[in-house]
């Protein structure tokens, strides 16, 4: 088995920390000065590893590996969420750079740009797997400074590179090694996570119309309360979810607004966004399903409520065949302390699934911190896991 050297896998991890660090975080927002530099500095390393390095049109970069057979491409993301952690993304990344290293052959690693999605969703991953059109990329902008995609490509010295895009004949698949961002192994005493599958999610947004009118004079039985409204409907909701959900369904209604939002004014509009996610297509059907119903229910009261589809994405099952090896590689390594279980964030894996067999293989987050610059992870656990993938790689590999 090769031996990953735990020391050089850190060393590196504390450097791609430096661009943009952040406390004990860091802050690299996709195509911030930070951000570019990290990606330069990734293409040397990839090239000091003795891969061919390059840096394409939508920003990702790639360590190729020359050597003939098929290889496994392993990577993550480099950006971060605005004053973040120093793991997310780049543990996945680093993890790839080092097993390239300590196998010497049959990978290749990807930092897919704008995981984070502070331009779109999942750019660099889907650009890789053809599912990105010039079209849309000229439509995207950056979500707090308003710079176009196009032109922050411009400045960073990437736009009119071409966009490599995958040849599956070329891989046996793709493994992202991630931390949890939630709290489960570390609650279980677990150090290794074999994702099963990928949550997909469905969001709305639910409108509801009364009348606007004075809080003194307006009686009770002729109002058309738009905030009762969706206070009601959100209650049943609450209500009724849990007897129809499955065991890891997710449900949120993350934003309310009432207007205007006054102690005296009988508020005449009300507006949420609502999501709610699972592995399962066939749970979440149900749930769209009785969500209809109970805005069709509250629409015979007195006010009118619409439900808009917002975006949803599939749930991505992770490759069996994928999972049984890193089982077996951790099982080796620590044994009894690794179970399987779904991703409830969404990752790039979930959109190269859908042109490679895929896998994920989490590390615990202390605390089930993460988004937040505190997130951290054990160094024990950092090398436990990349030694984990890399049994994992050379198994798959001679397979
Ligand atoms: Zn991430």
Known sequence: MPTIDGPRLLSDLYALRKFGEYKTGAHRPTFSPEDIQSRHWLSQRLTDAGLTAEIDGIGNVYGLCQAPGQKLLLGSHLETQNHAGWLDGALGVIYGLE??????GGIDV???????????GFIGSRSFCGALTDAEIGGLADRNSGVSLNDALASAGFAGRPRRQVDPARYRGYIEAHIEQGAELED???RIGVVTAIVGSRRFRIMVEGQQNHAGTTRMAVRRDAGVALARLSVAIHDLFPTI???RTVWTMGRILIDPNQPSIVPGRADALFQFRDTDSAVLDRLEAALEDLVATANQGPCR???QDRSRTVPAAMDTGFQAALDRAAEARCPGLHQRMPS???HDAQILSSRLPSAMLFVPSIGGISHHWSENTSDDDIVLGCQVLADACADLLRA
């Open 245 to 247: 959900a499955g065991p």
């Open 305 to 307: 409520i619409t439900l």
């Open 99 to 104: 097993i390239a290293r300590a196998l010497g």
């Open 188 to 190: 279980k005493g677990l």
């Open 110 to 120: 990807a930092a897919f740009a704008d995981e984070e999605g502070h331009f779109g």
């Open 344 to 346: 409830g964030a969404g």
